[in-house]
């Protein structure tokens, strides 16, 4: 079975800083890309990306709210990502999840093409 381990997250002032990080973990598993969605308080998850990291094709997408503030990472040779999170704002306030699998290329900020979830991670901000 393929698992994804969530870490980071916690309770930050507005302009503070916090980082995620997310391993897949199981013999089977044969992805390409990982990424992280959020699901802010009383909404649905969102179906575009926060950020996504692939392995050879697709580029890394950010989120237009997150440019400029958010750097996804993966550590070369693991399936291992991990998004630093600057400037943070309230409204980045939400579970964060990651995802993980195998992605046509250019289709990397989608949800639907995720195959594995993590059970999601919170982040708070304070203003």
């Known amino acids: 079975q393929v698992h994804l381990v969530e870490s980071g997250g916690g309770s930050v002032q507005a302009e503070e800083s916090l980082s995620l990080s997310c391993a897949v973990s199981?013999?089977?598993?044969?992805?390409?890309?990982m990424a992280w969605f959020r699901q802010a308080p009383g909404k649905e998850r969102e179906e575009v990306a926060v950020?996504?990291?692939?392995?050879?094709?697709?580029?890394?997408y950010y989120h237009d709210s997150v440019k400029g503030r958010f750097t996804i990472s993966q550590e070369n040779g693991k399936n291992t990502a991990h998004v630093q999170m600057n400037r943070l704002k309230p409204e980045d306030t939400a579970m964060y999840y990651c995802?993980?699998?195998?992605?046509?290329?250019?289709?990397?900020?989608?949800?639907?093409?995720?195959?594995?979830w993590g059970q999601g991670t919170h982040v708070t901000v304070s203003s």
């Open positions: 199981g013999d089977s598993y044969r992805g390409n890309c």
């Open positions: 950020a996504s990291i692939c392995t050879g094709g697709s580029p890394i």
């Open positions: 995802a993980a699998g195998a992605v046509p290329a250019g289709l990397n900020a989608q949800a639907l093409w995720y195959d594995y």
